[in-house]
């Protein structure tokens, strides 16, 4: 009987600990129509290296999509990020973010055809910062850094369309 009450103490004990958090986060999850975090990488050259933020893309409308070249959605909805980047020009800019370290987006991008940006975030502060889970996510962000949707999982072109058109009218 000891026995059996110095268990149920020990495990009322460890019920009541407190959990330990590696990394906490204060910021509320991104949402429609509030601003979209800020963040910056370094693009590298033979000749340079520049520092870049997203804020520097005010005045276009930006595709933010965190992406894995594992993934089969993710891979189906490249094709449709491409077409997107070309219709629109200099009028939408397309950024990919992903975590792969082992050069399969670069595959990826070369039978896809596409160009935009890719920003390589090993550790993923990025995708923390968005509140990104899971691939694919998408963000559409309006020029003036407003977040204007965001789509969760494979999204039918004509939804990432019915978002773009407003903020890319004539």
Same mark, same amino acid.
């Given at each position: &009987?000891?026995?059996? $009450?110095?268990?149920?103490?020990? #495990?009322?004990? %460890?019920?009541?600990? =407190?959990?330990?958090?590696?990394?906490?986060? =204060?910021?509320?999850?991104?949402?429609?129509?509030?601003?979209? +975090?800020?963040?910056?990488?370094? &693009?590298?050259?033979? $000749?340079?290296?520049?520092?870049?933020?997203?804020?520097?893309?005010?005045?276009?409308?930006?595709? #933010?999509?965190?992406?894995?070249?594992?993934?089969?959605?993710?891979? *189906?909805? &490249?094709?449709? #990020?491409?077409?997107?980047?070309?219709?629109? @020009?200099?009028? $939408?800019?397309?950024?990919?973010?992903?975590? *792969?370290?082992? @050069?399969?987006?670069?595959?990826? %991008?070369?039978?896809?055809?596409?160009?935009?940006?890719?920003?390589?975030? +090993?550790?993923?502060?990025?995708?923390?910062?968005?509140?990104?889970?899971?691939?694919?996510?998408?963000?559409?962000? *309006?020029?003036?850094?407003?977040?204007?949707?965001?789509? *969760? @999982? %494979?999204?039918?072109?004509?939804?990432?369309?019915?978002?773009? %058109?407003? $903020?890319?009218? +004539?």
């Amino acid at each position: &009987m000891k026995k059996l $009450l110095l268990l149920v103490a020990v #495990l009322l004990l %460890a019920a009541c600990a =407190p959990i330990e958090v590696e990394e906490f986060t =204060p910021m509320a999850a991104p949402m429609a129509d509030h601003p979209a +975090p800020e963040f910056s990488w370094t &693009m590298e050259t033979v $000749l340079k290296t520049e520092e870049h933020k997203l804020s520097e893309l005010r005045g276009q409308v930006v595709l #933010l999509v965190f992406w894995a070249p594992y993934c089969p959605h993710c891979l *189906d909805e &490249m094709p449709i #990020l491409k077409t997107f980047d070309e219709r629109y @020009g200099e009028d $939408l800019t397309v950024v990919s973010v992903t975590t *792969d370290t082992t @050069g399969a987006w670069q595959k990826v %991008a070369a039978e896809v055809g596409f160009d935009f940006l890719v920003l390589v975030n +090993p550790k993923g502060e990025i995708f923390k910062g968005y509140w990104v889970q899971g691939v694919p996510v998408l963000f559409v962000i *309006d020029q003036e850094g407003i977040i204007r949707a965001r789509f *969760d @999982g %494979a999204v039918p072109e004509s939804q990432i369309e019915e978002a773009l %058109a407003p $903020l890319l009218e +004539p």
